[in-house]
């Protein structure tokens, strides 16, 4: 992840009466969430890179169980983000609300899918605190599918916060469209962007692929990119180049890899390179090392192009919706493997830049003022009214009480009878009921991993 040698200059934002600390609650669903969150935490609260900030801050993580919940491994791979990830604890949504209603936290940072980030918000509004936390949530990277039903399931949080001038206007489209309140959107900037500025080197000739989970998804066109890499590294020796990989076959990220690269490199004729090699870490570290970033739609070329490294968007596989590399007409950014073999460096369009949120200008250190203004302003307004989104029994009969129940609630937003365990069950049945739980999880884990994507390729055979 990248060093943040930019810092906010706007003041912390203020705890709320009577407490001597900003005591913020980050819930994520997945390594990559995990890292948006935290650091968006740190944001808004006004913390250094130190951590320090005008008044106390405490961050506290909590995991949402599930499919993606991120291993011990990934989530010492996302790097500092100023939480001791060995206080993060795993909590089901319904386990959440229980810990909202009993800390009394004054800001809770949503980074979840968008299915999840409603159920917390109707689980809030259906507590009733008399004092409630201000809601935050956002998109972790580059929103190019799904964009209504996305925003729409974010709906009903405080602060929406979108990563750019484009995407904030894109979004008070979708929610005036509807007739929603779009108030709540808010440009920022991704939280994780800085680094130091490119420079090239004398001796030092490295192109990294950054790979994505599930763009493209075929084994077919994994297969073509991974051809190409290889080929590409036998064409220019002299190069480093690196596959940069998001996680070990088995773990899952935001979203699933049913097909690693690293089980189809296994099948290249020959075997890789010796140029050529695997990566997995923080992405800014490998940046850091970085001459010329090649993806096909990944959110590291706007890490890349913040600090002003040759970046690359491929189009062998054509410019598609479904790859994500649309967002990207109009940058200049667009090429091809063929292009890039015979040395070619594409340079950005210096407006399109500008609209993305990458601040490669410098004005990133004011990225979030808007964003912590407003926080402080809600934090400041006292007891804060019940949230309202745009989803309720009533607009969305036939949708929001399923979105619900895969959370365990109800379409009130309440706990489902037999979602909360009983008081007083004790430690023993305590230990049992967490035993058997996380066996299930493994099994249910191990399903989505391993056993389903067997089945659907057998049945494309």
């Not at 405490?58 to 001791?84: F, H, K, M, N, W």
């Not at 689980?123 to 929103?143: C, I, Q, S």
């Not at 996680?247 to 075997?271: C, D, F, M, N, V």
Request: without cysteine; proline residues 7%.
């Amino acid at each position: 992840m990248p060093h943040r040698t930019e810092e906010t200059a706007a003041p912390a934002v203020s705890p709320a009466a009577g407490s001597t600390a900003l005591r913020i609650a980050v819930l994520a669903d997945s390594d990559t969430r995990w890292k948006w969150g935290a650091l968006t935490a740190r944001r808004l609260s006004g913390a250094t890179e130190s951590g320090a900030a005008e008044r106390p801050v405490e961050i506290s993580g909590l995991l949402l169980r599930g499919r993606a919940t991120p291993t011990p491994r990934q989530l010492a791979e996302v790097g500092e983000v100023g939480v001791d990830t060995g206080r993060v604890r795993e909590v089901t949504a319904v386990e959440f609300l229980h810990t909202v209603r009993d800390e009394a936290y004054d800001v809770v940072v949503l980074a979840l899918v968008g299915g999840a980030v409603q159920a917390a918000l109707h689980g809030l509004a259906a507590l009733d605190l008399p004092r409630r936390p201000v809601v935050v949530t956002g998109y972790v990277g580059v929103v190019y599918e799904k964009l209504a039903d996305g925003l729409l399931l974010r709906h009903g949080a405080d602060v929406v916060l979108a990563n750019s001038r484009h995407d904030a206007a894109r979004f008070r489209a979708v929610y005036e469209g509807v007739g929603a309140d779009a108030s709540s959107v808010t440009e920022a900037a991704l939280p994780f962007l800085g680094g130091e500025p490119y420079r090239a080197r004398e001796g030092r000739d490295t192109v990294v692929f950054a790979a994505q989970p599930s763009v493209p998804a075929s084994r077919a066109e994994r297969t073509y990119l991974l051809r190409r890499l290889v080929e590409h590294a036998r064409l220019h020796p002299h190069r480093e180049v690196l596959l940069k990989l998001r996680s070990k076959p088995g773990e899952h990220t935001t979203h699933i890899e049913e097909l690693p690269y690293q089980r189809l490199a296994e099948r290249i004729p020959g075997g890789l390179p010796p140029n050529l090699r695997l990566v997995y870490g923080h992405m800014g570290e490998v940046l850091d090392r970085t001459d010329l970033l090649v993806t096909v739609s990944s959110t590291a070329a706007l890490e890349s192009l913040h600090r002003r490294i040759p970046t690359a968007v491929l189009s062998d596989l054509g410019v598609r919706e479904a790859l994500g590399n649309h967002h990207f007409v109009g940058s200049g950014l667009i090429t091809s493997w063929d292009h890039l073999d015979g040395g070619l460096s594409p340079r950005p369009d210096e407006e399109w830049l500008t609209g993305q949120g990458v601040a490669a200008d410098g004005s990133y250190a004011a990225a979030y003022d808007t964003a912590r203004a407003r926080v402080g302003t809600l934090l400041a307004a006292g007891p804060l009214p019940r949230l309202t989104p745009y989803y309720t029994p009533a607009t969305a009969p036939g949708y929001l009480p399923g979105i619900l129940a895969r959370h365990h609630l109800g379409p009130d937003g309440h706990p489902l009878p037999g979602a909360v365990a009983p008081k007083g069950t004790g430690r023993v049945r305590g230990a049992v009921r967490e035993t058997v739980r996380n066996a299930a999880r493994g099994a249910y884990r191990h399903g989505v991993q391993r056993v389903a994507p067997v089945i659907r390729r057998m049945g494309e055979l």
